[in-house]
């Protein structure tokens, strides 16, 4: 079974950094692309970053030069670091990854979420 796990949420200051982590874990034999997306409330869930298995990312424009995504392939993790945080980023982050387990073959699995809430 394979699952991933974000954490780092919290609450900060506008102007603020916070880092998101995603574990992925299980019976993993590859993965291609992961990805961060976030979801505020009323409103649909869209994606914040991605990135692929040979480093190539991807932004949303609304976090272009504030936001990084990182993976560290060898522990399966994916990495946001978020700077200059606004009010607007604040949501529920979500990790998902494309992963080719040893049971399922390629899943895209989603991790639970974890909040940011950005104060002004």
């Known amino acids: 079974q394979v699952q991933l796990v974000e954490s780092g949420g919290g609450l900060v200051q506008a102007g603020g950094s916070l880092r998101l982590s995603c574990v992925a874990s299980?019976?993993?034999?590859?993965?291609?692309?992961m990805g961060w997306y976030r979801q505020a409330p009323g409103k649909q869930r869209e994606v914040v970053a991605t990135i692929t298995n040979d480093g190539r990312t991807h932004y949303a424009d609304s976090v272009k030069a504030r936001f990084t995504i990182s993976r560290d392939n060898a522990k399966n993790t994916a990495y946001l670091q978020m700077n200059s945080l606004k009010p607007e980023d604040t949501a529920d982050y979500y990790c998902?990854?494309?992963?080719?387990?040893?049971?399922?073959?390629?899943?895209?699995?989603w991790g639970q979420g974890t909040q940011v809430t950005v104060s002004s």
């Open positions: 998902n990854a494309d992963i080719l387990s040893s049971v399922l073959g390629w899943q895209r699995y």
């Open positions: 299980g019976s993993i034999r590859s993965i291609n692309t």
